[in-house]
């Protein structure tokens, strides 16, 4: 029970330190390994800059914590060939991370796109 808590307490401090900020390789290294992430991170972040990011719910078991969040944030650069609209958006996604050795090695993510897209003008 231990480390379930103090994983949580990790994940959230990785959301607090990625929120509302630019996203940049050095700070985002100090919370994970995983390199399908950090991809990840860095294509939503410049698509929609120093987004923020909320949990409002989250889980652990093991080395893993699954998130209930959401993401928001503004249009301000390309996203998969959508121009900026500089409209703002909110939307729900879960994700679960495993963590060894104080760092994000996997993650899983599923996200309401459907909302996003209707927030983007292109639904």
């Known amino acids: 029970?231990?480390?379930?808590?103090?994983?949580?307490?990790?994940?959230?401090?990785?959301?607090?330190?990625?929120?509302?900020?630019?996203k940049t390789r050095e700070l985002m290294e100090q919370y994970m390994t995983d390199e399908e992430l950090l991809g990840h991170i860095s294509?939503?972040?410049?698509a929609?800059?120093?987004?923020?990011?909320?949990?409002d719910e989250i889980t652990a078991e093991g080395n893993r914590v699954v998130v209930r969040a959401r993401m928001k944030g503004s249009h301000e650069g390309e996203f998969n060939g959508i121009?900026?609209?500089?409209?703002k958006v909110e939307f729900?996604?879960?994700?679960?991370?495993?963590i060894e050795n104080g760092k994000i090695v996997h993650h899983w993510l599923i996200a309401d796109s459907m909302a996003l897209m209707e927030q983007l003008g292109v639904m």
């Open 1 to 22: 029970m231990e480390q379930q808590r103090q994983n949580k307490e990790f994940i959230i401090r990785y959301i607090n330190a990625l929120s509302g900020v630019y």
């Open 43 to 46: 294509f939503f972040d410049a």
């Open 48 to 55: 929609f800059p120093k987004y923020e990011m909320f949990a």
């Open 83 to 87: 121009v900026p609209t500089h409209r």
């Open 92 to 98: 729900p996604f879960v994700i679960s991370y495993d």
